[in-house]
């Protein structure tokens, strides 16, 4: 099994920067995609960006070249550097993960962490 644990939330005005982790722990070596989701008040959740293993990175339209996913160099790490937030980047960002067990590949999101932009 695979356990997510997300990091860096909080309050940020528009313009500004954070950085969210995400540490993965368990079975790594069967991860295939590790990535951010994230849902703002009332709207369904979507996908912000993800990382596979082979390094191949894909964004949502409206994060990129905001936005930047990245591995630390544990691999077990990944970042969201969020750059240039805008209000409607508010949401709580959960982590996520695709990896493979015995004859299935499931996913994982984690539980989130809340990220608020405001002046």
């Known amino acids: 099994q695979v356990q997510l644990a997300e990091s860096g939330g909080g309050v940020v005005q528009p313009g500004g920067s954070l950085i969210l982790s995400c540490a993965a722990s368990?079975?790594?070596?069967?991860?295939?995609?590790l990535g951010w989701y994230r849902q703002a008040p009332g709207k369904r959740r979507e996908l912000v960006a993800t990382?596979?293993?082979?390094?191949?990175?894909d964004y949502a339209h409206s994060v990129k070249d905001r936005f930047t996913i990245a591995r630390g160099k544990d691999k077990n790490t990944i970042y969201l550097h969020m750059n240039s937030v805008k209000f409607e980047d508010t949401a709580v960002y959960s982590c996520?993960?695709?990896?493979?067990?015995?004859?299935?590949?499931?996913?994982?999101w984690g539980r989130g962490t809340l990220v608020t932009v405001s002046s």
């Open positions: 996520y993960a695709q990896y493979d067990v015995p004859r299935q590949s499931l996913e994982l």
């Open positions: 368990g079975n790594i070596f069967s991860i295939n995609v």
């Open positions: 990382l596979t293993s082979g390094g191949s990175v």
